[in-house]
């Protein structure tokens, strides 16, 4: 970035990361668009194959960046920064180029720690993400306006649940505290209220593209052998006051946001709410009950999203 925001030192390292990340793709997707176009050969005939990848190269980078720019948004970083630094990518500018840049560390802070936290939000997110995705969808799939389907229906949930797993073991792993919790997940009603507010902005394509994204059954793959490399980590009997709101958890803050936006819906999205946690795949390793409550009883001020945020 150009120069250092007010205020972005103040932000914890994974939210300044997400920041490096959008600018890092901005200059990527600058790159691929100025420098990398094909040249066309004369064996190419009409040749559609070349130009056809760029374009799809240059979609998927913008695409990468504009979900990583919904997650700064929503857990409050600036929208001026997320600005600044999709603006200075788009100049070619890596975050590094720049001796302004906000450090993606904090002073004495141990980089392997550092990782997991970036993951864990990353975890954190999508599972909010998701629950909201959820809703929304069997909301929509009762007038036709989205196709349903049961088996991923109960793939998406799975996911969440492996997630979560995921999410959880992180935190035992390094011993999260009540600050790092509430920087992380506790979002308040009106942040659930934003983030409800940009899943209904999106059109019945867009959000079935995300529904089906978020089905896939690599998703749980992945993240229950990322459980299994954590778990030997993780010391026996730890316990954590801060563990991250579990599926239920989620889905029923999701169906609570959503009638705020249309009252009308208030009964159906209850019903939906009801009807997901039960059909909620139990995980036969570990047991979410106490560490649900004990997250619910530990909340503090959450800084929600950004003042400027729209969905």
């Known amino acids: ?51 056809r990848t760029w374009r799809a190269h240059l979609r998927e980078l913008e695409a990468d960046r504009t979900e990583i720019e919904l997650h700064a948004s929503a857990v409050g970083v600036p929208a001026v920064a997320i600005a600044e630094a999709r603006a200075a990518g788009q100049r070619g500018l890596q975050w590094d180029d720049s001796a302004h840049a906000a450090p993606t560390l904090r002073h004495g802070e141990d980089p392997a720690r550092a990782q997991l936290i970036e993951e864990i939000a990353s975890d954190a997110w999508q599972l909010e993400h998701m629950a909201v995705i959820s809703v929304e969808h069997r909301l929509r799939g009762f007038d036709g306006r989205v196709a349903r389907d049961g088996g991923a229906d109960a793939q998406f949930d799975a996911n969440m649940v492996a997630l979560w797993e995921r999410a959880n073991t992180a935190a035992h792993v390094i011993g999260l505290t009540g600050e790092e919790a509430s920087q992380l997940w506790e979002r308040d009603p009106a942040g659930w209220q934003q983030l409800a507010g940009m899943v209904r902005g999106y059109d019945d394509a867009a959000l079935h593209e995300r529904w089906r994204t978020y089905a896939w059954p690599g998703i749980e793959a992945q993240a229950r052998r990322g459980s299994d490399n954590l778990v030997f980590a993780r010391e026996t009997g730890t316990q954590l006051d801060f563990a991250p709101p579990t599926p239920a958890v989620l889905i029923h803050h999701a169906t609570e946001a959503i009638p705020t936006l249309d009252p009308a819906m208030s009964a159906t999205a209850a019903g939906i709410g009801s009807a997901v946690e039960a059909a909620l795949p139990n995980d036969s390793g570990r047991s979410w009950g106490s560490e649900a409550s004990a997250q619910t009883d530990h909340r503090t001020t959450d800084p929600g999203p950004a003042p400027g945020y729209e969905p």
Do not use: D, F, T
């Open 1 to 51: 970035m150009n120069h250092s925001l007010s205020g972005l030192e103040r932000l914890p390292s994974w939210k300044v990361r997400l920041l490096e990340r959008i600018q890092n793709l901005s200059a990527v997707h600058a790159r691929v668009l100025l420098q990398e176009h094909p040249e066309y050969q004369p064996h190419y005939g009409e040749g559609h194959i070349p130009i």
